[in-house]
């Protein structure tokens, strides 16, 4: 199965992004909403009264195996001075919507005045997405009390699967079994390697050795003990062919900068993306090994364009290196106060703007600075 191939049931709602086909188009400009007077028409399904058919844009040219770009395409940065109010914004989990991840035990809690402002800013017509490396299972449970739409879209696996709240799915991308085979041997030596498959049931995540991950991301294998499944030799995980679409490893900051100059300096460099989270007050770090073209900041240009929103109206807020791309494509990147010393040296260069800490409910700062240019907007229009 190709790395980019699509597994049915798919909705295909618009733009596709360079490297996938782009036969369908969204709506021109002069059709769509002002961005200060309705929301935007994310109203994807039947049941939360569908503003485009699941049909639309639907060709038989879009269910096949788009080609593979000769090179992962990497987001431009953005450097336009001026921004109109925010459509859709993308926003991180871990380290950002919740508490930080160093006390694990309030690290699944997002806070009041977060969830308040995610409310508000859907009521006032924002598209408010989630971007996080966690798996669909790992993160739904943590929005469920809520209260956000049911259509909410959810980036999950750094971009490998894109649903909404409710489960349904728009777009899921697979790392070759091959490409995931090869990278067990190559990654072993350095930590804990985990592969992630979106299916029902167990196995979701497959692994050899449960020890040696318990003892550096205990309160993961915890959570997602269900839907575990020990396989020894890892490389037995995909005898019956199935893609997995993500991998991870991880181990001590050290030996994760190890592993990734292992894997660039390998054959398999260009069969897969290799992006980094770290958790240095921990000693942790997780890289994630994605398909080709894979990535938040790929996910979110899909989204946007699905939605008909344009880059300079769109914000991410995020802390994490796996986050950067995204910060990238955003017109409106916005780094939180608790990200490593390096990312926010970076945004100051790239023109992103800082939230306060998690702690103090950057996101919530970031999205009521976001309504109040709506307001003015409104304000100005009437």
Known sequence: MSPRQHNPPMIHLGLRRPGRLANAQAAPLNQRPAASRAPIPHHLFPNHRMALTTHSFHTPQ???????PASPR???RYTRPMHPPVRLVAIDMDGTLLPNPIHPSVATVVTRRNANALRAAQAAGITVAIATGRRMAYTVPLLESLGLRA??????SNGAVIRTLDGQLIDRFHLEARVARALCGLLRPYGAVVFTFDRPGRPELVLEDLEQAHGRIALWVETNRKAIEVIKPL??????????????VTGYVSKM????????????????????????????????LLPIGVSKGCALQD????????????????????????????????????????????????????????????????????????????????
């Open 62 to 68: 879009l269910t096949g195996s788009p080609t593979r």
């Open 74 to 76: 990497q987001p431009a």
């Open 151 to 156: 259509d909410t879209p959810l980036i999950t």
């Open 235 to 248: 490389e037995r995980a995909f005898d019956d062919g199935a893609d997995p679409i993500q991998g991870m």
């Open 257 to 288: 900068k190890e592993a990734e100059r292992a894997l660039k300096a390998s054959e398999w460099s260009s069969s897969c993306e290799c992006v980094r989270t770290e958790y240095p007050a921990r000693d942790v770090c997780i890289l994630d």
């Open 303 to 382: 989204l946007a364009g699905r939605l008909g929103v344009s880059r300079s109206e769109t914000m991410a807020i995020g802390d994490n290196w796996n986050d950067v791309d995204m910060l990238e494509w955003a017109g409106q990147g916005v780094v939180m106060g608790n990200a490593a010393l390096e990312l926010r040296a970076m945004a100051k260069t790239r023109g992103w703007k800082q939230a306060p800490p998690n702690d103090d409910d950057g996101v919530a700062v970031a999205l009521e600075t976001a309504m109040k240019k709506h307001a003015v907007n409104d304000l100005a229009g009437d």
